[in-house]
Each structure stands twice: as C-alpha cells, then as structure tokens.
C-alpha cells in the first residue's frame, strides 16, 4: 500500500512541539539530520555505526518529535511495507515491526516514547482500517526502562511479568521469531530469544538501566537476558 505522507509530512502541531513522519532513507538522505542522530546514539552505544546501519536495512518509516525550534526529542521506527499476515482467532492481522526507538537525553522521563507509541499505532491503523480489522505490532529489546513504557502504554501487550503464557502466545512468538529468523528461544521461554543484533550499550548507558529497581528489570533478569550476549525480550501488541 502506497502512503500519501502529505506535503510537509506535519501530522500533528501542539503548543511548541510537532510530530512528523518521513521515510527512513528520505529523512537520513540529509547529512544534518544523520549527523544530529549520531551524536545521540554516541552518548549511549560503544558501536553508533553499526546501529545506523541496521536502522536503515531493517526499516522503512521513521515517526519523529520535535519542538518547534528545531530540538529533536525523539524517533520512533518501523517496518511495515512486507505483506506479512497472521490470522488469530479467525481474525486477520496486518503484522508491522517497531525497528528501533530512540528517545534523547533530555527527554527520557517526560513520557515522550508513550506519545510516540499512541501516535504512531493510532496512524497506522488509520491507514490499514479499510483492509484489516486488527494490526498486531512487535519489538524487541534488552531495555527494561523501555519496555515499561510499552507496558504502559498497551493492555494487550504481551507478555506481562505478572501473567502466564498461553497456547495463543507460543503459537504467536513461534510465528514473528520466524519474521525475524531466530529459530529458537534462549531460556525455554517463547519471549526470550537470542540474536546477533549489534547492540551494545556504553558503561554510562548500563549504569542507567542497573540503577532502576524495576519489576520489569526482575522480569528481564528471570529470563536471563543479557544485552551483552544479544539476548532480547520479543514483545507485542495488538491494536
């Protein structure tokens, strides 16, 4: 499906902030928009380039706020143009990855990622509500900080620390692990895979995520996964 991004690609003004949307290989052909992009990861990975890269192989459409003086508070990326289907309960469900967030410095505990989450779900089904019912949407990440943001962001996110796993969730996570071609689960649970993402935090990055008392770190530390070693927390959530 071909998307009409409007003019200016402004979706949405508010007080002094704007949401954007753009193609990833649109928004990146500027080497100032790149260039600001790595500065930030630099603060947070020992290997910027190679998340780069991999931002741009693996996804297509880039979500981005800002305030109106030009400050980028965060990006939020997906990949959704594979006609990638899968029918649950009889229903069928357009499926559409979330590739990467990224949310700056200065910004990571003003909520901005839960509004880029809501504003982008609730774009994309706008887009597909002629042709599908249901969208069913999925990540990965070895972030607990992030991941309870999606948590409370979604109630049918799954999975939740505090709820079992049912014959539905394998039969999902066995399907989008072979989207992402992870032929197996790390710890025996179907949430928990091991993959060859080139992600590696900084020390001052870790720092951050070891200094939360979080249910979702507890969650994350019961699963065994290591960032370090590639493991992750596949998640989803249907809208």
């Not at 969730?169 to 993402?197: A, H, V, W, Y």
């Amino acid at each position: 499906m071909k998307l009409s991004l409007g003019r200016d690609n402004i979706f949405k003004r508010a007080g002094n902030q704007s949401m954007e949307i753009e193609p990833v290989k649109t928004y990146f052909s500027s080497d100032m928009k790149k260039n600001n992009f790595m500065i930030e990861l630099k603060k947070c990975y020992q290997n910027p380039h190679e998340i780069f890269q991999r931002v741009m192989k693996v996804n297509d459409l880039v979500f981005i706020n800002k305030k109106n003086n030009g400050d980028i508070k965060g990006y939020l990326f997906y990949s959704f143009i594979n006609d990638q289907i899968i029918t649950i309960n009889d229903i069928m469900h357009k499926l559409i990855y979330n590739g990467y967030a990224f949310i700056n410095e200065k910004y990571r505990t003003t909520g901005l990622l839960q509004e880029l989450l809501l504003f982008s779900t609730n774009y994309f089904k706008s887009v597909y509500s002629e042709t599908f019912d249901q969208l069913l949407f999925y990540a990965v990440t070895s972030n607990p900080i992030a991941y309870r943001s999606y948590l409370n962001t979604f109630n049918t996110l799954k999975p939740k620390p505090d709820e079992r796993i049912s014959d539905t969730d394998i039969l999902i996570t066995k399907f989008l692990r072979e989207q992402l071609l992870i032929k197996n689960e790390c710890t025996g649970n179907p949430f928990s895979i091991r993959t060859e993402l080139p992600q590696r935090y900084n020390e001052n990055m870790r720092q951050t995520l070891r200094a939360p008392q979080l249910p979702e770190t507890q969650f994350m530390h019961k699963l065994h996964i290591n960032e370090q070693n590639g493991d992750r927390l596949l998640f989803y959530w249907v809208a």
